[in-house]
């Protein structure tokens, strides 16, 4: 992957864009998870409604502290184990989340992501919302063909690379009680 790539999908992320980039599984939509123009355009693009929240990934845990309280995590240590890696976990969402993130919830969905393409554009960008690249109730994009016959030119940038070794999207699990939300299959 061309570090030329990443940065021109950074620097529309920086402008307010909403990109599609490779995930360990299928191509994912994001954008800045503080940039609440860009959040609503891409909630329009997917036909996806605000009250559902959306899942942001970082490239470490120390880009999360601002959006997780992480003071009223139980035990963090099944979470560390679990990242960098494909699983998503609902955790306590700080004061400081902002409510398009959480939808009607009071927590908010997070990974740290293994994948190189994702983890590079966060040490640019910091923390971007991750959701999967296609219309709601339709089949997740798999190529960068299959993003632009969903979104044609409606994205401001479409990230080449290629998908990680999953086959579906990355498993949820609820910290407060272990309960798998979405089964995530390797």
């Known amino acids: 992957?061309?570090?030329?790539?990443?940065?021109?999908?950074?620097?529309?992320?920086?402008?307010?864009?909403?990109?599609?980039?490779?995930?360990?599984a299928v191509y994912g939509?994001?954008?800045s998870p503080w940039n609440k123009q860009a959040i609503?355009?891409?909630?329009?693009?997917?036909?996806?409604p605000v009250s559902k929240g959306l899942?942001?990934?970082?490239?470490?845990?120390?880009q999360l502290h601002s959006l997780v309280n992480f003071d009223k995590v139980e035990s963090i240590e099944p979470i560390l184990e679990t990242w960098p890696g494909h699983v998503t976990w609902v955790l306590p969402a700080s004061?400081?989340?902002?409510g398009w993130l959480t939808g009607e919830n009071p927590d908010i969905a997070v990974r740290v992501s293994a994948h190189p393409i994702i983890r590079a554009l966060c040490d640019i960008c910091g923390p971007l919302v991750s959701t999967s690249a296609n219309l709601t109730n339709t089949r997740?994009?798999?190529s960068v063909m299959d993003v632009r016959n969903y979104f044609s030119d409606s994205l401001d940038y479409i990230l080449p690379g290629a998908l990680g070794a999953e086959i579906s999207?990355?498993?949820?699990r609820e910290a407060k009680t272990g309960f798998i939300l979405r089964i995530g299959q390797a």
């Open 1 to 24: 992957m061309s570090n030329w790539h990443i940065r021109l999908a950074a620097e529309a992320i920086k402008r307010g864009g909403v990109v599609a980039y490779p995930t360990e």
């Open 29 to 31: 939509l994001g954008c």
């Open 40 to 48: 609503e355009r891409l909630l329009l693009l997917k036909r996806r």
């Open 55 to 62: 899942i942001v990934v970082a490239s470490n845990i120390g």
């Open 95 to 98: 004061r400081e989340a902002p």
């Open 140 to 142: 997740s994009a798999r």
């Open 169 to 172: 999207p990355s498993e949820i």
